[in-house]
């Protein structure tokens, strides 16, 4: 659904503010004195997923006459799960935030876009204005000064920029002809306007992924590798394992022939490639402050188990309350909650990624450090591909290395995707020493993401929900809050015989087949 890759430019200006608490964070004793009218329904994680969860509810109120009490508990201090920024040299004053986790979104990502008008946040786009090259390990294998013109270029035919993207196009037509390229960009229109419908005033309901995978006619997608599938289409192998597998590497840490060809296309979807301003957690933080949730911040949820009258007790580091309802939205194994026992999710791998962020002086990695001649201009997105290590040669040291813009006057701040840990040693040793500020952080970023036919539970039990099922499906900041609208619009309809748009009579502010319309949204 987006071209990480896109993530070249850089927050320009605008320091985000270091994150205040901009809720009530009442205790969950004082609730307990309340009257117990209403339904009452935990969340656990306040991500995209959670935070997404908590605002389709208040929709939902806004437009039926349901009382509903929502709960929402966060492990960690912060909003945005894996979606946050930190700060060089840690100081939010002096730098911009660099997204430290998820870092785009593309206007096809119809919540995250909608949300950005809705709660006035200015998004930055990407122009990719300063160049992309692939690097296998030994050589760099392919390199254009501006990317984005160029694919829209070749697969589109559209004429805009000056003579150095003809050149481009030039080179990449040279490389991979033409036909692979517009027929990788038919692979990713079709299934882009099948994801479309999701936000149609009539959008699928899915109790189970397997269902929606049949709806969207997605299954052959599902079942095949993206190398595999894109042959079938009649793209070249070297399109496949350079252009194709930099785009699944950078995104998904994933080779072309290890990750299912859905996500394979979603990783290709770079038209309009945008982020917050500031950070995209800021979206997550509006969710929930616009819902009329509780909010329990450094809250550990540690188990949940079902009473004989049907509730579900939440336990956590503030003690246990009963609820009619609990969705889940973070990845079950990484949370440490115990189940009941008849409850099981199938164990999910999910890809270790090493982030590292750092600063340097140097205006580019210097071509020596990749044993190329020096007259070598390195392109500012340094992207790879496993073609090298297939044919014998060495599997690259990092997935991505891409540098996101200036911090101060002589002063650039970098970013790298890794599989191992990035050594202070083999930082100073590429960069000559010029290395100032450093960050790591690991993540388990996204699931392992092989061709399947079956995915996770969405509905665990009675009133309890998984909304991180869908990530194996496909796993983005959207792709979560479409999970948590339609977990929403089950349990709104198991429990109040309604959904998020209230009664069906009653949903109808926006021309339902306008362009625009947003499911959710604009009913
Ligand atoms: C490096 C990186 C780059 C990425 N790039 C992109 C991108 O460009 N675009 C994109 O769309 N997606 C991207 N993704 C994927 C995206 O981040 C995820 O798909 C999405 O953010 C998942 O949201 P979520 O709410 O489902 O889960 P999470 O964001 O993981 O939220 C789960 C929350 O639950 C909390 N939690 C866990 N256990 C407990 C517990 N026991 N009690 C209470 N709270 C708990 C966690 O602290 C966490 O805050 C990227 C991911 C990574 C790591
Ligand atoms: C949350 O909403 C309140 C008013 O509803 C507003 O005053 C506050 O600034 C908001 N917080 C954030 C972070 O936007
Ligand atoms: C909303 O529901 C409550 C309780 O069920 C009822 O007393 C009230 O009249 C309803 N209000 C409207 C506007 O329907
Ligand atoms: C939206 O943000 C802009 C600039 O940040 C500000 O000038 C404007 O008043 C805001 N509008 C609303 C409706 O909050
Ligand atoms: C289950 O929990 C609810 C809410 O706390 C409580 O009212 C009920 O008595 C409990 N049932 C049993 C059998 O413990
Ligand atoms: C970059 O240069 C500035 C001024 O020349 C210096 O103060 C700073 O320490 C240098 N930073 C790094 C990372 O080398
Ligand atoms: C649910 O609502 C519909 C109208 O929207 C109504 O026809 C139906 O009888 C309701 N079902 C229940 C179980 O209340």
Redesign the pocket.
């Known amino acids: 659904m987006y071209l990480r890759v896109a993530l070249l430019a850089l927050p320009t200006a605008a320091l985000a503010l270091q994150f205040q608490l901009p809720f009530k964070l009442p205790f969950l004793q004082q609730k307990a004195l309340e009257s117990s009218q209403s339904t009452r329904i935990a969340i656990v994680g306040a991500g995209a997923a959670g935070s997404s969860a908590a605002f389709w509810i208040a929709k939902a109120q806004e437009r039926s006459n349901i009382s509903i009490q929502v709960d929402v508990y966060e492990r960690s201090s912060y909003i945005g799960g894996r979606s946050t920024v930190v700060y060089p040299y840690d100081d939010p004053q002096g730098y911009p935030g660099v997204e430290l986790g998820a870092s785009i979104f593309i206007p096809a990502n119809r919540n995250l876009w909608r949300a950005t008008h809705e709660f006035n946040l200015s998004r930055r786009d990407f122009h990719d204005e300063e160049g992309l090259g692939i690097w296998d390990g030994t050589s760099l294998v392919f390199a254009v000064r501006h990317f984005l013109y160029w694919v829209s270029r070749l697969t589109r035919l559209q004429a805009t920029g000056g003579w150095w993207s003809w050149w481009d196009t030039a080179k990449a037509l040279f490389r991979y002809g033409f036909h692979s390229p517009r027929r990788t960009q038919k692979v990713v229109d079709d299934m882009v306007s099948k994801f479309l419908t999701l936000y149609s005033s009539t959008p699928p309901k899915w109790s189970k992924l397997e269902d929606l995978a049949q709806t969207l006619e997605w299954n052959d997608l599902l079942s095949k590798n993206t190398a595999d599938w894109l042959e079938g289409e009649g793209v070249n192998h070297r399109f496949i394992s350079e252009i194709v597998e930099a785009s699944t590497r950078v995104n998904y840490g994933h080779n072309v022939d290890e990750i299912h060809a859905l996500e394979g296309a979603c990783s290709l979807a770079p038209t309009g490639a945008t982020a917050v301003d500031g950070g995209n957690f800021q979206i997550f933080e509006q969710f929930l402050n616009r819902s009329t949730a509780n909010v329990f911040l450094k809250t550990s949820v540690q188990s949940i188990t079902a009473n004989s009258s049907g509730k579900w007790i939440v336990a956590s580091d503030r003690g246990s309350q009963s609820y009619d309802a609990v969705i889940i939205a973070a990845p079950w194994q990484s949370t440490g909650i115990a189940l009941p026992e008849e409850i099981t999710i199938p164990k999910q791998p999910y890809v270790h990624l090493h982030v590292t962020l750092f600063s340097t002086n140097l205006s580019s990695l210097p071509a020596k450090s990749l044993n190329l001649p020096a007259s070598t201009k390195i392109p500012p997105m340094l992207l790879t591909t496993h073609e090298g290590a297939r044919n014998g040669g060495k599997e690259p040291e990092f997935n991505s290395l891409s540098y996101h813009g200036k911090i101060s006057d002589s002063e650039w701040v970098v970013k790298i995707f890794s599989k191992q840990r990035i050594s202070d040693e083999w930082l100073s040793k590429m960069f000559d020493g010029q290395v100032g500020w450093v960050y790591r952080k690991e993540w388990d970023a996204y699931p392992v993401l092989p061709p399947t036919s079956s995915f996770p539970q969405i509905k665990l039990a009675d009133g309890l929900y998984y909304s991180n099922s869908f990530e194996p499906f496909i796993s983005t900041m959207e792709t979560e809050t479409i999970s948590s609208r339609n977990i929403v619009d089950l349990l709104l309809e198991e429990h109040f015989?309604?959904t998020i748009c209230g009664?069906?009579?009653l949903s109808d502010t926006v021309q339902k087949d306008s362009d625009d319309y947003v499911y959710g949204w604009d009913c």
């Open positions: 015989n309604t009664k069906p009579e």
